[in-house]
């Protein structure tokens, strides 16, 4: 389409997320980079940026964005906001067949909507264009270092929530007094990545898998490890990613040396179901394991991760895990506890600058492709339904649809 109004829905999923799509300075760059561009802002008092903003870069300031030609929004859009047969963008987290979402993808298809999900936007290497993943390691990263500094009373930092943006929360960066703990890291994505600029943002150096499992320091130090480094072919013959991504089962854990030696766990690797989990509930009773604070980004629950037991809350971020009896318990209540930081909605707690980085993708790599000619096919690989009827990519999801 040549000419579009777009529209920038009010997140209406509780508890609240505070992130836009696109920020104000970027919806003032669309507005000025394509004259036939109207812009449409639903009135908000939980946004992370004021109305006032978009009304001053020259966005409309409506009650119902439902006459819009495209609804962009961050999580899934409530049942009862959902415009017929106009174009939503979100996460819809329904790809994976999530049953608490399956209501939503069934009215999504009654209501003939184009539903393009965000996570699902690719390029044809398939390798994500747009992802809040780096403030997730980031988030999770501080989270569990100000977990470990306030189980032993080492230091006391300000939730990152609190926080005004990433700037004002790395003032924080300078309390932190570690003793000469290790600090193992798994992952190789955005998510890893912004964990490691907190770490290092707190002089926290890394070593080798190496020199983690071998050496001792004097100083805190965190390995960065990926899937290679702790997961080996069953019957031997090495490492194979492509085989280990395709099929899994042939592969098992070995990630129990780093659980013998790291203090601290951030855990930033994507899971497939039917890989093998990180460590056991028995692996943790035993003597020499000892991990005492688990900060899961991933959060998976009953996943690879056998202490993520629940998802933890911005307001209430941590819990202990019991392994002696499988069960969650107070924070801190214990000291043979493992304590936990499973925080499902990280990026929520800096929601400027997750929303700066997303909306800048959004305007550079994906509404291009949206108000001109779709190059590589990027929108039309996310477009999950139309017209009433799931695309093809997405068929397999009909008997989920259908409650079987």
Known sequence: MTKMTLGIIKEGKVPIDRRVP??????????????DVTVRCQR????????????????????????????????????GMLADGKTHFFFSHTIKKQEYNRELLKTIIQKKIRLVDWECLTDTDGKRLIAFGRYAGIVGAYNGILT???????????????????????KEYAKVKLPPV???????????????????????????PAEFLNENFNEPVFTQLNTRDYNQRINGGGFDRDEFYSDPVNYESTFLPYARKADILI????????????????????????????????CDIEGSIPSTKQPSTIDDPVYDYNPSNDR?????????????????????????????????????????????EDKGAIIERATITADGVLTPPYKYLQDFVNGH
């Not at 696109?22 to 004259?35: C, L, M, R």
């Not at 992952?187 to 600029?197: D, F, L, P, T, Y």
């Not at 214990?334 to 997303?358: H, K, W």
Request: aromatic share 10%; hydrophobic share 40%; net charge negative.
């Open 148 to 170: 470990f500094g306030k189980r032993y009373n080492l230091f006391h930092l300000r939730p990152a929530h609190t926080c005004f943006d990433m700037e004002d929360m790395a």
């Open 182 to 208: 290790k600090i193992a890291l798994t992952g190789g994505g955005r998510v890893s990545k912004g964990a490691m600029e907190v770490l290092f943002g707190m002089g926290i150096r890394r070593v080798s």
């Open 22 to 35: 696109v920020t104000p300075a970027q919806v003032g760059e669309i507005i000025n980079s394509y004259p």
């Open 267 to 298: 855990a930033g690797a994507f899971w497939d179901p039917a890989a093998p989990v990180l460590f056991t509930r028995e692996d943790a009773e035993k003597n020499d394991f000892k991990i005492k604070v688990i900060a899961d980004i991933t």
């Open 328 to 372: 969650v318990e107070p924070a801190f209540s214990d000291e043979g506890n493992i304590t936990v930081m499973a925080v499902d909605n990280l990026p929520c707690e800096l929601p400027r600058n997750a929303s700066e980085d997303f909306g800048k993708e959004f305007v550079a790599r994906i509404f291009p492709n949206l108000i001109g």
């Open 44 to 79: 908000s008092d939980i946004r992370c940026f004021e109305d006032s903003e978009y009304e001053k870069v020259g966005a409309t300031l409506v009650d119902d964005v439902s006459d819009c030609d495209v609804i962009i929004g961050v999580k899934e859009v409530p049942m």
